[in-house]
């Protein structure tokens, strides 16, 4: 185990007191999404998120233990937010291809059923359509023919109107959909969706936020925080690329400042993202500024891909964090699960294609075991849990902040 991490963990158990008095205090009018994930970094220098996804697609991925004890939580946060609550439409992606996304939606509905609610699944379009689908597991999925009267979505085969949908489209392309249309809740809300939201708009307020927590537990804030910058960004463009590989000579010669100041081992190197979206897609590493120069076509066209084909016309410079987990002599990365503001689950990303510095959102990943449930026994025997489990709860404030700020 990392230094840096048993520090955080020790302090944290000493602090825990005024720590929970701060997340509550933060947390007081802040909006929470019924669900989100996190995927964490720890290169035994820094422990970070490096990046957050309110739509989650891999909830059949946690363990069975925090499986299990998610019903309950699904159960308190819905019940606790809506009354009457009966009917539940679950908004997916049309990933009509990729059978191991359905077992991610298989999971979520069994989730909301086994909390009590009836659900029914439903397509961005062909809303009077009904299609069937096969998760990698061997789930049969159904969707549901609806109608759209007076703004409100009514199940098609029986005239019931929905009382909410949870959503598990992260609405990259929301204004192709029916859903733009209606009155109902939606949660997580489409103000959220990737068609709004920027990436670097969470790393800051989650910067500002971890600043506070490091303060509570006395270590160096910049061991727990990831520099993070926006640019404009147009692949095709040589005068983009030469205004980008500037601002990265800037960017990792500030950071090789910082890394000396505090006597840190790893050189600094940096990820292009695309500035909005998921599933991995335009995530490149880069050991130096002037990589940005020699892409080669491969490398560009990669930069070029989105969700929904839109493109990228905005990017981020993200601090890189090399990974010092592994599982089986393979580099391994703990993605953390919450349902509301309470953890959920988790597990560990596993990829045997890539090195300790590239994405392990690719692929060739597998999902080994890691439950969030634990901490419920013993918080001071689980220091891996309990750090990543912080980061996971600091990181919602952010997402909270973000809301916030959208609205």
Known sequence: ???????????????????????????????????????IRDSCEKITPVDANIYPAGF???????????????TSYLESRYKDLKHIGLFTENHTQNPFYWDNVYWIKHLLEEAGFKVYILLPKDSESVQTFESASGHQLTSTALRIVNKKVVIDSCGTELDLIISNNDFTTASTSWI?????????????????????????HFNKLIEEFAHIIKVNSFNLQIQTQASKFDVTSEESLFQLKNQAEVFVKNLNKKYTSLGMKNTPYYFLKSNSGTYGLGVIEFERP?????????TRKKLKASKGGGGIDEVILQEGIPTSITFEDQSAEPTVYMIGDRLAGGFL???????????????????????????????????????????????????????????
């Not at 059949?60 to 699904?74: V, Y």
């Not at 990943?365 to 849990?385: M, N, T, Y």
């Open 349 to 407: 990303r596993v990829n045997k294609r890539k090195s300790n510095k590239q994405s392990l959102n690719s692929p060739g990943a597998v999902f080994e075991r890691l439950c969030v449930s634990d901490l419920e026994i013993d918080i001071s025997g689980k220091p891996l849990e309990n750090v990543y489990g912080w980061i996971s709860k600091v990181s919602l404030l952010a997402i909270g902040k973000e809301f916030e700020s959208l609205n």
């Open 1 to 39: 185990m990392s230094e840096i991490k048993e520090e955080i963990h020790k302090k944290i158990i000493e602090n825990l007191g005024e720590l929970t008095t701060w997340y509550k205090n933060k947390s007081q009018d802040l909006y929470f999404p019924f669900y989100s994930s996190y995927d």
């Open 290 to 298: 002037d990589d940005i120069l020699t892409m080669n076509y491969k």
């Open 180 to 204: 733009k249309d209606i009155d109902q809740e939606v949660n997580p809300p489409i103000s959220l969706g990737w068609a709004q939201r920027k990436k670097v708009h969470f790393f800051d």
């Open 60 to 74: 059949n991925n946690i363990c069975q233990i925090d499986k299990e004890s998610s019903f309950q939580l699904a």
